[in-house]
């Protein structure tokens, strides 16, 4: 549900490419290349147990670049939704833009 509203700003086409851009490609390679580097990983130490720590400092990485890609996700989707605001011109987005603006 989450991953879903990010193609909320976006019109239809766009919808369409992205989701399967993201269920097609993006998972699979997720998968296999989690198991590539776990495979290289044993192979190169000899067994799960002695990769184990090389393991969680990739995984350590691969959180803190979610987190960031996150961040900056809901940045540019509050960029796109105030635009698609601004463009109805509804009245919360010319209050939720001044408010913003006040704040920098």
Known sequence: PCKEMA???LDAEEKTK????VDVIGGP???SGGSL???LLI?????LAASTPYLAVIL???IFAWM???RSLSGQFDAAMQQQQAA??????AADTSAKAKAR
């Open 60 to 62: 350590g990485g691969i």
């Open 29 to 31: 390679l997720g998968k």
């Open 7 to 9: 193609y909320i700003p």
């Open 43 to 47: 192979f190169g130490f000899g067994s």
């Open 18 to 21: 992205g989701k399967a851009a």
């Open 37 to 39: 580097v776990q495979q």
């Open 88 to 93: 109805e011109g509804s009245p919360e987005a």
């Open 68 to 70: 960031g890609a996150a």
